[in-house]
């Protein structure tokens, strides 16, 4: 898509002052005026991903490239036999249109009522078929969002291919360019996983900054006195498909309430003064035109004003700003990278003192804790209420590191619950879960129910329905497999096929897990939580300060379950995990940063010797499972598990 001050000539240069300026150990990248998200793209292998345009469009595509992380699988519209919906929106035949569902055929291609040639006639009631198409699938519930977002955003990736312009739909060409003479198609969109929770947003960026926080803060703004809004309308009716008021020759829609105060020459300089100021990044890297509204020493001035005055550099990049048929040799315009350090004021706190081991305290039964809505094997539900008075009063960033079913991270109160996990099988669920109604997941699951005639009792149905969900891969058909399976449990084969067997006589979707359901839907859509799939190694925990905790589950070295044994497509656990994760709590210790570690210290009669070894260093709170024996001294066939903290 061709897009003023598009960067996809700079991603090269850019990456080059990032890389010189920062430690690679930088996990948060925000890229807030995102456009047609070529920078974010490029950059979310290595990072988690915000992005954010006020543009409606832009916030379509990076809703299905940045925070989308998987290639939609359309199981539902597979079902009434639509496999490939491209294919059936590119060539379905189109009953005649009627006058107020084709918007576009009406308004942008030349008619007995329209003389805009910004798109064929043909083409533009392809178009219009499309929109609404894709409206209709997911009204009916035969899309979710994430197939939803990837429709639209290809959609209108395909448009600029046969729109009649010479680069914005500022105006159209009087002639047909050959090009728009082509027979529509819709774009089939990449999609990078890079297990992490990406967000994008359709917002003021003066306003989003004062809600994010990060490492690395990319600034690509308007330049000069050219809204983009007018510039790319039809765009913006497409996506938004409002049926809009236009107005003029060109028939622009309304755009007051997507009006950048970086577009006018007497605001610019304050609203970049804000945005500096309230960027909680430590990082900070802009792209501007030497031909823009602000001066390079204005510029400047802002980021040494909110920045480490001698971190701040310039460097200077020339290119062409346009091509065209005609150029000018003579004019060349240059892009500026400014780069600036921000010094993030966190509260510095020596490392903790000794503190003897604790003594097992009774439970506080008044407390009530949500219940995850998954059996997953060493959940920690039943030992809330002796693990979560142990947490710290106050908590900035809370990272459930090895979450399972996420029975710690929900329960604690912080400014912000990051939940992750090796499995990405459960991640992707609670994502799901995370960005899908609470009505439209229950109507799912009875679905599944009353199509395959799930039951504690019809087996032929479970391995019926098994074998749908190993064909598709749905999240929620995952969590409705395990409602009726044995334990309730989460289990698969190293070709990562659930194969755990039928609960029968006890296994179902009762009214108790319904609620269990509803109520942990609740708190994840009402609280800052999201959900990553990274080894714990590979996570990076370096931006985290005094504020912050770290609390880990792992896998038990001497109590090894089913899910992490090696033989279930997943990682096992044995000594260098043990190790290497004793190492990585040591240095979140030398950081400042507090944290928690659950774990068995004896079992079965076998005693956890590195643990015991390691854990001399800290304080040391044995828990009671039965609420009953807190001795380490176990007998055979007991276990003796305890929270060991370094505060």
Not at 4 to 23: P, Q, R, Y
Not at 138 to 146: K, R
């Amino acid at each position: 898509m061709r897009y003023i001050g598009g960067k996809s000539h700079l991603l090269g240069d850019i990456e080059a002052v990032i890389s010189e300026n920062t430690t690679r150990r930088e996990s948060v990248f925000c890229d807030i005026f995102s456009g047609t998200g070529s920078v974010a793209r490029h950059f979310k292998p290595r990072y988690e991903v915000h992005s954010n345009d006020i543009l409606h469009f832009s916030y379509v595509i990076q809703k299905a490239t940045i925070e989308n992380n998987r290639r939609p699988t359309f199981s539902r519209l597979a079902q009434i036999g639509i496999v490939d919906p491209i294919k059936f929106l590119e060539e379905a035949d189109i009953a005649q249109p009627g006058q107020s569902f084709f918007f576009v055929a009406d308004n942008y291609a030349p008619n007995e009522h329209c003389d805009r040639m910004y798109i064929s006639k043909r083409n533009a009631v392809r178009v219009d078929f499309i929109r609404n198409t894709i409206e209709a699938w997911n009204e009916s519930g035969l899309i979710d969002e994430i197939e939803y977002y990837y429709l639209l955003a290809s959609l209108i990736e395909g448009v600029p291919y046969v729109s009649n312009i010479t680069g914005t739909y500022g105006a159209y060409l009087k002639k047909w360019d050959k090009r728009a003479l082509k027979a529509f198609e819709m774009a089939r969109l990449d999609v990078v996983d890079n297990g992490r929770a990406n967000h994008s947003y359709n917002t003021d960026a003066n306003k989003l900054i004062r809600e994010l926080e990060g490492d690395i803060l990319y600034i690509d703004p308007p330049y000069n006195s050219r809204q983009y809004a007018p510039n790319y309308h039809l765009l913006e009716t497409i996506s938004r498909y409002d049926y809009p008021e236009v107005r003029g020759v060109t028939g622009i829609r309304p755009y007051d309430d997507a009006k950048s105060a970086f577009c006018v020459k007497s605001e610019v300089l304050e609203v970049f003064d804000d945005l500096i100021a309230k960027a909680k990044f430590a990082n900070i890297v802009l792209s501007y035109s030497t031909d823009g509204l602000m001066t390079s020493e204005q510029i400047e001035t802002v980021l040494k004003r909110h920045g480490a005055e001698q971190s701040c550099k310039r460097y200077d990049i020339p290119y062409r700003k346009y091509k065209s048929k005609i150029t000018d040799e003579t004019k060349t315009v240059r892009e500026y990278l400014f780069y600036v350090r921000k010094d993030i004021p966190r509260p510095i706190v020596s490392a903790p003192p000794q503190r003897v081991t604790g003594t097992f305290k009774p439970p506080d039964k008044r407390l009530k804790y949500i219940k995850s809505p998954l059996n997953y094997i060493g959940g920690k539900y039943k030992l809330l209420p002796q693990i979560m008075p142990l947490f710290p009063r106050h908590i900035g960033a809370f990272v459930d590191l090895f979450a399972g079913g996420c029975n710690v991270g929900i329960n604690t109160s912080a400014g912000r619950v990051i939940c992750n996990d090796l499995n990405t099988k459960i991640i992707d669920m609670f994502n799901v879960f995370h960005h899908t109604d609470t009505d439209e997941i229950l109507r799912r699951i009875e679905e599944n129910i009353r199509e395959y005639g799930l039951s504690k009792e019809n087996e032929r149905g479970f391995i019926d329905f098994r074998s749908h969900y190993n064909s598709t891969d749905d999240p929620i058909d995952l969590y409705t497999l395990t409602c009726y399976s044995f334990n309730y449990q989460f289990r698969f084969n190293n070709n990562l096929e659930y194969n755990n067997p039928f609960g029968r006589n006890r296994s179902r979707f009762s009214a108790n897990m319904r609620n269990n359901l509803i109520a942990f839907l609740q708190r994840i859509k009402t609280e800052n939580i999201i959900f990553t799939a990274c080894d714990f190694e590979r996570f990076d925990l370096s931006a985290l300060g005094a504020d912050d905790m770290v609390y880990c589950d792992p896998p038990y070295l001497i109590a090894t379950g089913s899910y992490n044994d090696g033989n279930r497509g997943f990682k096992d656990w044995k000594e260098p995990q043990e190790t290497a994760l004793y190492n990585l709590l040591d240095r979140l210790h030398r950081q400042g940063v507090k944290f928690a570690l659950s774990n068995v210290l004896a079992h079965k009669g076998v005693r956890n010797e590195i643990l015991l070894d390691w854990c001399k260093k800290y304080a040391v709170t044995p828990l009671d499972y039965d609420y009953s024996n807190s001795s380490y001294n176990t007998q055979k066939g007991e276990s003796a598990e305890a929270l060991i903290t370094n505060y």
